[in-house]
């Protein structure tokens, strides 16, 4: 990413040209915990929302099952994930989540992680409807998101982490509460069937290691050094991580259809 505006840049992709691959709110560790709440087999028809670098897909291959699908609208993103999800039944669709070119009741399990946070609650609704049509009666659905700690936040703290996560992330990050999550998944006619939290720990150095080994941290951390406009970026986004641990947790839901 030598061409990269690093000031204006998204925070996922600042990591990403870093060489951190998991970059999911809860760690690798969250994201295993879903896809086995999931229980993909080889009888399943699988969707992925966001794909990212492809981490969360090779683990989903490797269970193979009947059909995967990865629905991302970062071209770039989506030509990473070819390289994994190629073969007979294997696809990589560069679409919207929230308006998917496939038929109703495509699916037995879908999921999408760290997106939704970075959507109004109104858009968050509309993926989440569509994750829905896409299901076949009796599927699952997950998520792996950011959320507020506490359900009772006060609306005054909840707007000044909103603006701090945007301003260091250059995202609109709206983290929801657990059970502001919860009922959106309802509303949107799932049933709630698992939650898993964890401490927001993203950059945090143990957190790192175990997602990513000693031999990458090593390389982000070398990367890091010889890019200052990058490690600024990364630092800003710790501060506010750190400055707002009580506050902010990582979140993975399993739902049915």
Known sequence: MQTVDYKQ????????????????PGGLKTTRWMIEGLDVTGQDEVIEFA???GITAQITLRLNPRRYIAI????????????????????????????????DASATVVYGEAMLTMHPRAKKAQIISEARRLLKTGGKYAIHEMCLAANDIEPELRKQIYKDLAVAMRVNATPLTVSEWEQLLKEEGFKVVKIYTVPMHLLHLPRIIQDEGWLRFGKIAFNLMRNRAARVRVMGMRRQFVKYADHLQAVSIIAER
């Open 51 to 53: 794909p990212g670098l």
């Open 9 to 24: 840049v998204p925070g996922h992709w600042i990591l990403a040209s870093l060489g951190k691959r998991v970059l999911r």
């Open 72 to 103: 991302e609208q970062n071209e770039k993103a989506a030509s990473i994930v070819k390289t994994y999800a190629s073969g007979a039944n294997r696809e990589v669709i560069i679409a919207d989540a929230e308006q998917v070119p496939l038929p």
